[in-house]
């Protein structure tokens, strides 16, 4: 069983092994049908939390590779490890959508694609590029 203390005390997530690969399946689908695959470099900026196993996990699946970003880089800092590692993509939390979209703007990479995991939604992943922020119907939690 795969457990999530919530930071402010209270119980936070709690999933089997059968809903995690479910889960994780998901988002390994969700990026195979997006053209990701073997050798592929995803950002990840993300903190401790479920969903970062999640997205490891079908990053594994699919034979792409991690970049693990440390989620404290703002502006040039973290354009700088996102362009270094030669990501083809991002997957951040909610509250790091913005910080990420500056700095893929100061890349000037406003194509490269970024998956949000939203807490408001429920852990619904949202596709952002270049302006625009497309639904996608897929639910972590």
């Known amino acids: 069983m795969l457990v999530e203390v919530?930071?402010?005390g209270g119980p936070?997530?709690?999933w089997t092994f059968t809903q995690v690969e479910e889960r994780s399946n998901r988002m390994a689908h969700l990026l195979l049908s997006?053209?990701?695959?073997?050798?592929?470099?995803?950002a990840l900026v993300m903190?401790?939390?479920?969903?970062?196993?999640?997205?490891q996990l079908a990053l594994s699946k699919i034979g792409a590779i991690a970049a693990l970003v440390n989620?404290?880089?703002r502006g040039s800092a973290l354009a700088h490890v996102i362009r270094v590692a030669g990501c083809r993509?991002?997957?951040?939390?909610?509250r790091f959508e913005e910080e990420v979209a500056a700095a893929r703007a100061e890349m000037g990479a406003t194509g490269l694609p970024v998956y949000v995991v939203s807490d408001?939604?429920?852990g619904a992943v949202r596709v952002r590029?270049?302006?625009s922020v497309a639904a996608v119907s897929m639910i972590l939690k």
Do not use: K, Q, W
């Open 89 to 94: 993509a991002c997957v951040c939390e909610e």
């Open 47 to 55: 903190t401790n939390r479920a969903e970062f196993v999640i997205v």
């Open 34 to 42: 997006r053209g990701f695959g073997r050798g592929d470099v995803v």
């Open 71 to 73: 989620a404290s880089l």
């Open 6 to 8: 919530d930071e402010s």
């Open 120 to 122: 408001r939604t429920g």
């Open 12 to 14: 936070g997530v709690d």
């Open 129 to 131: 590029t270049e302006a």
